[in-house]
């Protein structure tokens, strides 16, 4: 469970300071948001603050894959950090093939999960990233090592290039990368789940 307080006032900082008092934090420690409406005979607006520690996310994060752990009867190590506003939790198993699934959809699937039980408790812009032994890291150099030749081919003979079927992350990872190049651009084509990214020679 994570523990969320909600202040009302007439203006926002009022409203995001008094959860902050409560808790004795300061805005850094915490992910927030803050809603307006209308109240009363004329309508005069108010601001309810939503607020949840950062120490507290990552305990919720660390207490769902344990869980995960320890329903699906493997033993791993968890270490998670947040960095930036960023939940990073890295996974450290033996049995890493059986979390990280077929082309990483396993891995994918944990992943959609937690986020989506961190949304029950509100709009909060938390954004999680999970790794499992390695395997995205891995898999971010092999992309960059592709793209990059992918890259080269399609500057020396003008051919886009269609790269295989990607996740969200993987493609952005390709349109980023892609982006440093002059002359060249991406573009993601087709439908989930196998939308992938074209390379083509950029048009003047």
Do not use: W
């Not at 805005?27 to 601001?47: D, N, P, T």
């Not at 349109?175 to 991406?186: M, V």
């Amino acid at each position: 469970m994570l523990k969320v307080v909600q202040k009302e006032s007439k203006n926002k900082e009022e409203a995001l300071n008094k959860c902050l008092e409560e808790l004795n934090v300061n805005s850094s420690e915490v992910y927030f948001y803050i809603e307006e409406s209308a109240s009363g005979l004329f309508g005069k607006k108010k601001y309810t603050a939503y607020v949840v520690t950062k120490y507290d996310v990552k305990e919720f994060v660390r207490n769902f894959l344990n869980n995960l752990a320890n329903n699906m009867n493997i033993s791993f190590n968890i270490e998670v950090n947040e960095k930036d506003g960023v939940i990073s939790a890295i996974i450290v198993t033996d049995d890493s093939a059986i979390l990280i699934g077929k082309e990483g959809k396993t891995l994918n699937s944990i992943q959609t999960i937690l986020r989506q039980s961190l949304r029950k408790y509100g709009n909060f812009d938390i954004k999680v990233n999970l790794d499992i032994s390695g395997y995205k890291l891995k898999r971010e150099k092999n992309i960059e090592r592709e793209v990059r030749k992918l890259a080269k081919d399609v500057l020396k003979t003008k051919i886009e290039a269609k790269l295989d079927p990607m996740n969200s992350y993987e493609r952005r990872i390709v349109h980023n990368l892609i982006a440093s190049y002059d002359g060249l651009t991406t573009q993601s084509e087709g439908e989930a789940p196998n939308r992938y990214v074209v390379i083509k020679i950029k048009e003047d």
